[in-house]
């Protein structure tokens, strides 16, 4: 891709059509397994995120998604989730036309595409695992396989089951479509929606942080800024508004995908199905927070997946470990609401 190497170009159809070729003739002309090209395909999504704007990337993704490079419908809608979670952002526009590659995805049996990502991730880090010097690595590569079949079940169990979603609240803005609890608008999400959750509130209070410290990082934070220096920034930026977890309910029949390439947990949702349960400012407008008060000079050093250790340490000063500690029960009354 040598001759796309700009940062975040505008490509146009006969540009998008040729970049598409490029990776699909690279992908041909080697003996990949079906692992391998899944594998080869996103991590050039991959790039191709880092150095396209939004709407070219999208163009690429939908072009790709259509060819007819895959074994199956199964294996295709396998990239396209992982693509998705590879390179999502909070770009409304980009929000959308994920949000309808999604629906427009053919509807797949889904124990038997659970069975097809549970082989592909057991291969994938197997692979790595084995090619690993590093012994604390290929533990944890094994971990992650152990962990999807868990997570499998719970994705296969045809019932509500209970996911988070960490998310930007900006000033004045109304998170439900409706405050009225008998309404079924109660349970629609408005500010911070999006298609990315998670089934682990840990991993979601994460996410609450991360949008907030990209706009910063924007304004002159980087990954060693203190937290009193984003606490002033964010001051003088309008877009930064209150750190927030929300909790939410799906039925598993309407899950789109599972991805856990980065462990976190991920689920894809179309927001229409996920019902906004509760949430939780977790901080104020100038993203003062207790958590981020005692223990933020760390938090803001460490992959969020590594949080859960050190807001577990914090016991009962920290809200999210005395809440959240069960799934959310769903009543008949409020499944009719839904």
């Known amino acids: 891709m040598e001759n796309y190497k700009e940062n975040k170009l505008n490509l146009n159809k006969q540009q998008v059509t040729e970049y598409i070729n490029r990776m699909v003739k690279d992908c041909s002309e080697e003996e990949l397994t079906w692992n391998e090209k899944i594998t080869y395909l996103v991590v050039n999504m991959r790039s191709c995120f880092e150095e396209v704007e939004n709407a070219t990337f999208i163009k ?3 072009n790709l998604v259509k060819r007819n490079i895959f074994d199956d419908e199964y294996q295709r ?10 390179s999502n952002s909070n770009d409304i526009q980009q929000q959308a036309k994920l949000k309808k590659m999604m629906r427009e995805t053919p509807t797949l049996r889904n124990s038997t595409f659970y069975d097809v990502c549970s082989k592909f991730y057991k291969e994938k880090y197997s692979q790595l695992a084995k090619e690993q010097s590093n012994p604390k690595y290929a533990s944890e590569l094994k971990d992650l396989v152990k962990n999807f079949n868990v997570d499998a079940s719970i994705l296969k169990s045809n019932r509500y089951i209970t996911i988070y979603r960490g998310f930007n609240t900006r000033r004045d803005k109304q998170i439900r479509y409706s405050n009225r609890k008998n309404d079924s608008d109660y349970f629609r999400q408005n500010e911070g929606a999006g298609i990315s959750f998670t089934l682990d509130k840990f991993i979601a209070y994460g996410f609450s942080t991360s949008h907030q410290f990209k706009l ?3 304004d002159g934070m980087g990954f060693t800024t203190s937290y ?7 001051t003088k930026n309008k877009s930064v508004g209150r750190m927030t977890l929300g909790r939410y309910v799906v039925h598993t029949d309407n899950i789109f995908a599972y991805v856990n390439t980065r462990r976190e947990r991920e689920v894809l949702v179309d927001p229409r199905f996920a019902k906004l349960i509760d949430y939780k400012f977790v901080s104020d407008l100038g993203i003062n927070a207790k958590e981020m008060e005692l223990i933020g000079q760390t938090l803001c050093t460490v992959d969020y ?8 340490r914090l016991g009962n000063q920290s809200w999210i470990n005395t809440h959240y500690k069960n ?3 769903v009543t008949k009354k409020i499944e009719e609401l839904f």
């Open 60 to 62: 690429v993704l939908e």
């Open 77 to 86: 809608k396998l990239f396209l989730s992982i693509a998705i979670v590879s």
């Open 216 to 218: 910063l990082r924007k």
């Open 228 to 234: 009193e220096m984003m606490k002033m920034l964010a």
């Open 305 to 312: 997946t590594e949080w859960e250790k050190y807001l577990k």
């Open 327 to 329: 799934d959310y029960r």
